[in-house]
């Protein structure tokens, strides 16, 4: 399973980190930012990467202001990812 960068790794001050679940074939993870529509991100989120599904826009300039305008996204006909639908940014 792929993690996020360890804790204390580049001066991150945060002791606990987002274990990132396992991708569907052909996806993987993307930049990981630090603020998605103007709000905090948890240290280990990352943008889900999907061959043909461009994201309208980046986390750090999403609009999506809505909990619930996300997309599930998994593998073996299990959702098991919670992306933003505007940016891919993993909410789970």
Same mark, same amino acid.
């Given at each position: 399973?792929?993690?996020?960068?360890?804790?204390?790794? =580049?001066?991150?001050?945060?002791? =606990?980190?987002?274990? +990132?679940?396992?991708?569907?074939?052909?996806?993987?993870?993307? =930049?990981?930012?630090? =603020?998605?529509?103007?709000?905090?991100?948890?240290?280990?989120?990352?943008? $889900?990467?999907?061959?043909? +599904?461009?994201?309208?826009?980046?986390?750090? +300039?999403?609009?999506?202001?809505?909990? $619930?305008?996300?997309?599930?996204?998994?593998?073996?006909?299990?959702?098991?990812?919670?992306?933003?639908?505007?940016?891919?940014?993993?909410?789970?």
């Amino acid at each position: 399973m792929l993690s996020s960068i360890p804790p204390g790794a =580049h001066g991150d001050p945060y002791t =606990h980190y987002y274990e +990132r679940p396992p991708l569907p074939d052909n996806a993987h993870w993307g =930049h990981a930012p630090s =603020h998605h529509a103007g709000e905090y991100v948890y240290p280990g989120r990352a943008v $889900l990467m999907l061959p043909g +599904r461009p994201w309208a826009e980046s986390p750090e +300039r999403c609009t999506n202001a809505d909990p $619930l305008a996300n997309d599930w996204y998994g593998y073996d006909g299990e959702a098991t990812i919670l992306v933003c639908r505007r940016c891919g940014l993993d909410v789970t």
